[in-house]
């Protein structure tokens, strides 16, 4: 077996958002299917100014989710609803091909 055939193909989608969204996100990933995240605090600037975490709340975080293409659009779906029209984010979508001893 060569190290070729150890990989797999999944999306990745990437949302970065509104702290105050951290709790709803999470039940929102594992709801559509992915088995989990990766979540960290982050800092930036877009049009809606510089977020620097300088008050409670004021932070964005960024959600990396691995999964199935299934489960990616219904994430994403599921964000534009619920999120998008009301907060500052930014989500997207992109091929990789992982290597893991996790499910898939």
């Known amino acids: 077996m060569s190290n ?5 193909g999944m999306k990745v989608v990437v949302l970065i958002c509104e702290e105050a969204l951290e709790n709803l996100v999470c039940v929102d990933i594992l709801a559509v299917g992915a088995k989990g ?12 100014g510089v977020r620097d975490a300088g008050w409670l709340l004021s932070s ?3 959600f990396e989710v691995m999964c199935s293409e299934d489960a990616a659009l219904r994430l994403i779906e599921v964000v534009q ?3 998008a029209p009301h907060y500052g984010l930014i989500i997207y979508m992109h091929d990789v091909l992982a290597m893991g001893s996790g499910d898939h």
């Open 81 to 83: 609803h619920k999120y």
């Open 4 to 8: 070729r055939d150890q990989f797999f």
């Open 37 to 48: 995240y990766t979540l960290s605090t982050v800092r930036g600037r877009g049009k809606r």
């Open 60 to 62: 964005n975080v960024r």
